[in-house]
């Protein structure tokens, strides 16, 4: 469901459930917008701890990730990063947030105090999340893949629905 944001909006963010937005474009490219804003919602989440991400994502800010939401469609199958991260987060409630956390910062520390977590006790919970990953979340190679693993998380949770 694609919601209205945007300064006309009655709704706060935080009352938004999930929203792609398309680009301002003239009335006759308004189908292209469309299509757009529609492939901005597969990467939207609901917010929550066990789905932590953007409730709203722009359309024109996707970038190389609008192309990798075209090739993955319903039927794909979720890669084995994907499959990690969902084992992960059903072995303890804090893990997706955590782990969103550390993959959208821009330092452990900063991480560390959106989750108002004390950074020792962040340094646990990756130590036990590298475990169950089978990779190192906290060098920049690992982080991109993390950041992937939760952008195809996002695509295979919400598929490509037909335009109404």
């Known amino acids: 469901m ?51 991400g953007p409730r709203v994502v722009h359309a024109d800010e996707l970038g190389g990730l609008a192309v990798l939401a075209a090739a993955v469609g319903p039927d794909t199958e979720p890669v084995p990063d994907v499959r ?4 992960a987060g059903s072995v303890a409630p804090w893990m997706l947030a955590t782990l969103h956390a550390v993959a959208v910062e821009p330092s452990l520390r900063t991480a560390a105090a959106a989750l108002n977590l004390h950074h020792s006790t962040l340094q646990d919970r990756l130590t036990r999340a ?9 060098d920049p190679q690992g982080r991109l893949r993390l950041q992937l693993a939760f952008a195809l998380r996002r695509m295979h949770r919400h598929p490509e629905s037909p335009p109404r």
Do not use: C, F, K, M
């Open 84 to 87: 990690a991260l969902d084992r």
């Open 2 to 52: 694609i919601e209205p944001v945007g300064p006309s909006s009655a709704r706060s963010p935080q009352q938004v459930r999930r929203a792609g937005v398309g680009p301002a474009v003239p009335v006759l490219d308004l189908p292209a917008s469309w299509a757009a804003a529609r492939t901005a919602l597969r990467l939207t989440a609901d917010g929550t701890e066990r789905d932590p």
């Open 130 to 138: 590298e475990r169950l990953l089978g990779w190192n979340v906290r």
